[in-house]
């Protein structure tokens, strides 16, 4: 079966950058029957915590992505030790005693000779007696894979096939000093565990897939198949991040998108598949393929997604928004008829639905008050129908003599209170003669 897998790090919100490979991996999960798993990567004890882990969840819900899976890394720290002692008698994980400012200073000179600043595995050459008397001097070691050092090939879904040379890379720390794990032997080691079959991901990483192909081969593991996708950015090109603040999942949601609008805008942006409203998530995963996704990168335009969340808005049936419009006391389907072309959020239609509960100040220029007295006589009685608006501008328009605006704005301005608005054929059945004569001078 194939097993894709979306990994945060629950050190903050998550973003609309980070909505996109979550909703990746788990379009290709639904169109290929597979398995989504959502593994927390809180390792880093400092920074993560029960409640953003929670709020991801949470976000991912109202997105509507439910995991087949949680883990939590937190909890699986007997599974990284015994892959670290594996690699250790395999003589692939070696101890360094290098203090931070040693290794800074090595890389300036490095650089200062002409050569890449890349760890130069001075801690292979230390004997049993360097590394106690390092150690007696209160020094403890963070450990370093010992990287083959050739080029290594891998086929991306996206990007077609790819080379990651490890000869031109520093031997990567996997634990730190305190011995605490970095992101990556956990990583592979879940992977292998979960029986991961395909790694989606951002563009950004890789460079790290030669290093966690050759720790999947250390360990025995299969290599899964690799899909890394491009970025999305903001307007200006520049990256999302949780550290910057941007704009979380949760700041939308309270904002009041659609949550289909925000997995739109998060996956479609950057690919050939256009971005316009899809009937449900399910949809997008059977129309989504890797072959469509850009190698360019994505751009999230603010205004894009206004015009989309106002067009799933009105493609809405009343039985789709009947439970939010209970809630807010509007559940009468002609209202929501007559009213959802002019929304751009949902809760616009509280302010939409005071041009017929009211109030509404009516606004009258004095040149339009004989006009407007002559409409007030012509008003037709009840039942209204949509077809009361027609015979009524007919019957005022053979009566003075108007046409085009000079005829329906001062209609609307009195009846509304605006120069736009729903259309007063639909509107005017909803606010009722009585109403329409105490708005009629």
Known sequence: ?????????????????????????????????????LRMDDT???????EFADGIEVDLAWLGVRSDLLVRQSERTALYDAARDR???AGRLYPCYET????????????????????????LKLTD?????????????HWRFKLDGRPVQFEDLIKGSQTVNTASMSDPVLVREDGSYLYTLPSVVDDIDLGITH??????HVSNTGTQIEIFEALGGTVPTFAHHNLLTDAEGQGFSKRLGSQSITDFREAGY????????????????????????????????????SHGPARFDPAELDTLNARLLHAMSYEQVLPRLAAVGLDNEALWLALRDNLVKFDDIVQWAMLVRGPVEPVVAEEDREFLATARELLPPEPWTDQTWGEWTNALKGATSRKGKPLFLPLRL?????????????LLPLVGRKACLDRLP
């Open 1 to 37: 079966m194939i097993a894709v897998r979306w990994a945060p790090s629950p050190t903050g919100r998550i973003h609309i950058g980070n909505a996109r490979p979550a909703l990746l991996n788990w379009f290709y999960a639904r169109r290929n029957g597979g398995r989504y798993v």
């Open 44 to 50: 880093d004890l400092a920074r993560s915590t029960r």
């Open 87 to 89: 690699l250790i008698a």
């Open 100 to 123: 931070e400012d040693e290794l800074d200073r090595r890389r300036k000179r490095a650089r200062a000779m002409g050569k890449p600043p890349i760890y130069d595995r001075a801690a």
């Open 129 to 141: 007696e360097d590394r106690a008397r390092l150690e007696a001097e209160g020094r403890k070691p």
């Open 199 to 204: 790694v989606i991901r951002g563009e950004d």
């Open 258 to 293: 659609e949550p289909l609008a925000i997995a739109i805008m998060a996956t479609l942006t950057g690919t050939s598949l256009s971005v316009e409203p899809y009937a449900s998530l399910e949809d997008i995963a059977a129309r989504l393929d890797f072959s469509m996704i």
């Open 414 to 426: 009195a009846l509304t209170g605006r120069h736009d608005g729903p259309e007063l054929k639909s």
